[in-house]
């Protein structure tokens, strides 16, 4: 019996050790969820903000980072609107204040005259989705909005790729792009976080196509990394696919 003893009482140990730890890791897992999720909100924020072309309309400081975080939330609430149509969400930045108080007071107006219906009825989505089309074309006619930041999620050579890219209202203007989430190697296609790289895109036109050799020039042509053609490629596949097929699907062009 005393052996028995002996060998189940390092089994009841090792079951309490693991069910605390266990229990510990949970705790700390649902304190930190808020402050994880906070923390990817605010890194979003500021992709936005970066991608948009902003920063270079306003001489607002390049880097970010520096400045408080409700600072920078402030910037981004005080310039940009957050549009969702057909499930899909983007953000317009206007050329000033005035203009963005304008759109979301039409907008406001706008849910007020549907907020007695019923939103499920494909019928009255439809409708509203087209008047919501409407108020962002007359936007764009009349030279209102700066830029268009869409999130896009696209494959790479090791995992997705999920990027910001501000686009002007031609929809083919490329202001910038931010990445959000990449997978590629590291010192290869990881590379395509790197600010020159970046700003490559700025003012090119999609579609988009890699140089042949470096002295080529046009608005639509970008550079290679070095030794990750294939990364390379699947970036210019988020603006000539992905990009473009979500424009079309929500502004069904």
């Known amino acids: 019996m005393k052996i028995k003893k002996e060998k189940i009482?390092?089994?009841?140990?090792?079951?309490?050790?693991?069910?605390?730890?266990?229990?510990?890791?949970?705790?700390?897992?649902?304190?930190?969820?808020?402050?994880?999720?906070?923390?990817?909100?605010?890194?979003?924020?500021?992709?936005i903000i970066k991608s948009s072309g902003l920063l270079e309309k306003d001489n607002i400081p390049a880097n970010l980072n520096n400045l408080p975080k409700n600072e920078i939330k402030n910037i981004f609430d005080k310039n940009f609107s957050t549009i969702n149509i057909k499930n899909k969400s983007f953000y317009i930045l206007f050329n000033n204040e005035n203009e963005k108080f304008d759109f979301d007071n039409k907008i406001l107006k706008l849910n007020e005259i549907y907020q007695n219906f019923n939103l499920n009825k494909n019928e009255i989505i439809n409708k509203y989705t087209s008047e919501l089309i409407s108020i962002i074309n007359n936007f764009i006619d009349s030279n209102k909005i700066y830029s268009f930041v869409f999130e896009i999620t696209a494959p790479g050579l090791w995992g997705e790729i999920i990027a910001t890219i501000g686009i002007k209202p031609d929809f083919k203007t490329i202001e910038g792009i931010e990445f959000l989430v990449q997978n590629e190697t590291p010192g290869l296609g990881g590379r395509i976080?790197?600010?020159?790289?970046?700003?490559?895109?700025?003012?090119?036109?999609?579609?988009?196509?890699?140089?042949?050799?470096?002295?080529?020039?046009?608005?639509?042509?970008?550079?290679?990394?070095?030794?990750?053609?294939?990364?390379?490629?699947?970036?210019i596949n988020i603006f000539n696919k992905f990009l473009t097929e979500e424009i079309n699907l929500i502004f069904n062009k």
């Open 193 to 235: 976080s790197e600010d020159w790289y970046k700003k490559s895109f700025k003012n090119k036109e999609i579609p988009l196509k890699i140089k042949k050799d470096e002295n080529e020039k046009g608005n639509n042509s970008v550079e290679a990394i070095t030794g990750a053609t294939i990364t390379s490629n699947y970036v």
């Open 9 to 47: 009482y390092p089994v009841i140990y090792m079951f309490l050790v693991t069910f605390i730890f266990i229990g510990f890791l949970t705790i700390l897992n649902f304190i930190s969820r808020e402050k994880i999720k906070q923390n990817e909100n605010f890194f979003k924020i500021t992709a």
